[in-house]
């Protein structure tokens, strides 16, 4: 199994980043997936989960109404499109086959002026 996230960078308060998590090894359709963040001192949290089909999706309170999950099951891709950034949205993003050991190794997300 292996997951790798992608597309993380600097931007500025009120902008927009989308992340990918490429996942491979697996039956990537058959799998709920999430994406989870670390801020600064603080733990990691969930941000976003999935269905295998992506008919149904779950957002932590601080991120509903500006981030959204999505799949592609024909590209064995998650995404989170981030809009709306704030400050405290800063964090290292992971993915995760959900409920499971399998992470990603994080891309690194940076709201600032």
């Known amino acids: 199994v292996q997951l790798v996230e992608s597309g993380g960078g600097l931007v500025q308060p009120g902008g927009s980043l989308r992340l990918s998590c490429a996942a491979s090894g697996f039956t990537f359709s058959s799998y709920s997936m999430s994406w989870y963040r670390r801020c600064p001192g603080k733990e990691r949290e969930l941000v976003a989960v999935?269905?295998?089909?992506?008919?149904?999706?779950n957002y932590a309170d601080s991120v509903k109404g500006r981030f959204t999950i999505s799949r592609d099951n024909a590209k064995n891709t998650v995404y989170l499109q981030m809009d709306s950034l704030k400050p405290e949205d800063t964090a290292v993003y992971y993915c995760?086959?959900?409920?499971?050991?399998?992470w990603g190794q994080g891309t690194q997300v940076t709201v600032s002026s």
């Open positions: 999935i269905a295998s089909s992506g008919g149904s999706t």
């Open positions: 995760r086959r959900w409920r499971d050991v399998y």
